[in-house]
Each structure stands twice: as C-alpha cells, then as structure tokens.
Nanobody, 122 residues
Framework: VQLQASGGGLVQDGGSLRLSCTTS????????VGWFRRAPGQGREFVAA????????YYADSVKGRFTISSDNAKNTVYLQMNSLKPEDTATYYC????????????????WGQGTQVTVSS
C-alpha cells in the first residue's frame, strides 16, 4: 500500500488548508485512515481518523470544530479540511492506513505516507 499526502503549505494565522491522502497499490474493502502530526522536537500527535465507510470519525480535542476529515472512496482519497489554523498547528502531517476501524493510536496503523509540511505564521 502506498500513501501520498499532499496539500501542505504556508498559511497565516486563521487561514485554511486542505490536505489529501491518496492510497494506491494493494486495496482493502474495509479500512481506516488516520492523520497524525509531528511538530519539531515533539512526539507524534493524533489529529483525526475516519473509517472508509465514512460513519466513524475521531478528532483530537485540539482540532475539534476546526478540522474536518472526509473520504472519497471512488478516488481512494481522504481529505483533512483545516480551518482557523493556529501557529501551534505547525507540523509535518502524516496519513496512515489500518484495517477495519479507525484508531487514535499511531501504533495501530500499518502503512504510512511521507508527510506534508504545514506552517502557520502568526
């Protein structure tokens, strides 16, 4: 399974970005995609996750109400719409895939993308 994350960039405080995560290669009928981030000098942090059925979604408290995760099964793509961005959202964002239900635990994911950088200036 290959994951391609894209959509990062530089944005001002309060701005918006939309990240995309497209999967290719081996496909699964029931899987979940999670977004995680890592800021410089910090550990990996869960951001959001979705089951590809679109029914189950999880968010970190720090992004709830500002970020929205969604899926387009026909395109094998998961989106992370990020609004009201703050400087503390600055990090490298990674998407990951696991079978079955979404999880907040990074260790539960089997496949990882290469990351896309998000920088929010104050």
């Amino acid at each position: 399974v290959q994951l391609q994350a894209s959509g990062g960039g530089l944005v001002q405080d309060g701005g918006s970005l939309r990240l995309s995560c497209t999967t290719s290669g081996r496909t699964f009928s029931n899987y979940a995609v999670g977004w995680f981030r890592r800021a410089p000098g910090q550990g990996r942090e869960f951001v959001a996750a979705i089951g590809m059925s679109g029914i189950m979604t999880y968010y970190a408290d720090s992004v709830k109400g500002r970020f929205t995760i969604s899926s387009d099964n026909a395109k094998n793509t998961v989106y992370l719409q990020m609004n009201s961005l703050k400087p503390e959202d600055t990090a490298t964002y990674y998407c990951a895939v696991r079978l079955y239900d979404p999880s907040r635990l990074g260790s539960a994911y089997d496949y990882w993308g290469q990351g896309t950088q998000v920088t929010v200036s104050s």
